[in-house]
């Protein structure tokens, strides 16, 4: 069977989540051949980048075949996924440069040491946020155990794909990461043995300090570091999963119900490049050791 995946303008409004989701919904079976056409597309953010890559990976794991229409891509997209490297890793010969774009990256397995760097390096590493060593290091531990959990608990059979972009005008900093496995809210519900809890119910629990447990099946996330940063930072942190939506930034904490369905988990976010500098001070709290590589 064939099909035309119409990718549309991505932001990262509520609704542009939604429309990724819902071009999961339409591949979520065997044996597809599917063309990705931008026809109607005049920008992607990173959140878009990420979740196409792994789609791609999704389809073709499932026994299908992928090509993307370069001929339907805007000229500013096609500049943008050259330089992050999507369209070298998906066989357009143009390597990928150095610029605003952290690039598009994709793990099959758990590389401790190679996401430390990419974090490190390519992420906060750059000058366009600007923190001490100690607390880089603290948030970069974080987000790894994103990858980390998307591996253990997510039983992602394609891996975890990554995307982030520098936004000079907007002074925003983003990061997206993305896995396509049983998602957040099976796994608590498993291990609490609840099934009626409601996805927005099982992402407040795993945001909860103290709920992560290193030989459980669905140990906590583990963000407390992160949330604090962001909301010094006054910037956003987001989840979905299933069809719960998390939303932290420096007025709220927000868990709620998404209108659209994606079974693993998207973790979206946003950093404001303003003169600050972030130090450990910020977060009112001294480091662990489990916390710094």
Same mark, same amino acid.
């Given at each position: 069977? $064939?099909?035309?995946?119409?990718?549309?303008?991505?932001?990262?409004?509520?609704?542009?989540?939604?429309?990724?989701?819902?071009?999961?919904?339409?591949?979520?079976?065997?044996?597809?051949?599917?063309?990705?056409?931008? *026809?109607? %597309? $005049?920008?992607?953010?990173? +959140?878009?980048?990420?979740?196409?890559?792994?789609?791609?990976?999704?389809?073709?794991?499932?026994?299908?075949?992928?090509?993307?229409?370069?001929?339907?891509?805007?000229?500013?997209?096609?500049?943008?996924?050259?330089?992050?490297?999507?369209?070298?890793?998906?066989?357009?010969?143009?390597?990928?440069?150095?610029?605003?774009?952290?690039?598009?990256?994709?793990?099959?397995?758990?590389?401790? &040491?190679?996401?430390?760097?990419?974090? *490190?390096?390519?992420?906060?590493?750059?000058?366009?946020?600007?923190?001490?060593?100690?607390?880089?290091?603290?948030?970069?531990? &974080?987000?790894?155990?994103?990858?980390?959990?998307?591996?253990?608990?997510?039983?992602?059979?394609?891996?975890?794909?990554? %995307?982030?972009?520098?936004?000079?005008?907007?002074?925003?900093?983003?990061?997206?990461?993305?896995?396509?496995?049983?998602?957040?809210?099976? +796994?608590?519900?498993?291990?609490?043995?609840?099934?009626?809890?409601?996805?927005?119910?099982?992402?407040?629990?795993?945001?909860?300090?103290? &709920?992560? &447990?290193?030989?459980?099946?669905?140990?906590?996330?583990?963000?407390? $570091?992160?949330?604090?940063?962001?909301?010094? +930072?006054?910037?956003?942190?987001?989840?979905?999963?299933? +069809?719960?939506?998390?939303?932290?930034?420096?007025?709220?904490?927000?868990?709620?119900?998404?209108?659209?369905?994606?079974?693993?988990?998207?973790?979206?976010?946003?950093?404001?490049?303003?003169?600050?500098?972030?130090?450990?001070?910020?977060?009112? $709290?001294?480091?662990?050791?489990?916390?710094?590589?």
């Amino acid at each position: 069977m $064939s099909l035309v995946l119409q990718v549309l303008t991505i932001n990262d409004e509520l609704k542009d989540f939604e429309r990724l989701f819902q071009l999961w919904q339409q591949v979520n079976q065997t044996d597809l051949e599917v063309v990705f056409d931008f *026809s109607g %597309c $005049s920008f992607l953010r990173q +959140n878009a980048v990420a979740f196409l890559g792994g789609l791609a990976r999704l389809i073709e794991s499932q026994e299908g075949k992928v090509s993307f229409n370069w001929d339907t891509l805007d000229n500013r997209i096609r500049i943008n996924l050259q330089q992050n490297g999507f369209m070298h890793i998906f066989g357009e010969g143009v390597k990928p440069w150095e610029g605003n774009s952290i690039p598009y990256r994709e793990d099959r397995e758990l590389d401790k &040491t190679g996401l430390g760097d990419y974090l *490190s390096e390519q992420w906060l590493g750059r000058g366009w946020v600007h923190i001490d060593p100690l607390l880089k290091s603290r948030i970069v531990s &974080t987000v790894w155990e994103i990858y980390a959990n998307a591996f253990e608990h997510g039983q992602t059979k394609i891996g975890v794909f990554s %995307c982030g972009q520098h936004y000079p005008n907007l002074k925003e900093l983003n990061l997206t990461v993305v896995d396509f496995g049983v998602g957040i809210p099976r +796994n608590v519900r498993d291990f609490l043995k609840q099934t009626d809890l409601s996805a927005d119910e099982t992402l407040k629990w795993a945001f909860e300090p103290g &709920t992560t &447990t290193k030989h459980g099946i669905a140990r906590g996330i583990g963000l407390d $570091s992160l949330k604090q940063f962001v909301r010094v +930072n006054e910037g956003k942190l987001e989840i979905f999963s299933h +069809n719960g939506y998390v939303i932290i930034d420096k007025t709220q904490e927000t868990y709620q119900s998404s209108q659209t369905f994606f079974e693993g988990t998207l973790v979206n976010i946003t950093l404001k490049c303003d003169e600050s500098y972030y130090s450990l001070d910020s977060l009112n $709290s001294e480091p662990s050791e489990e916390a710094l590589f």
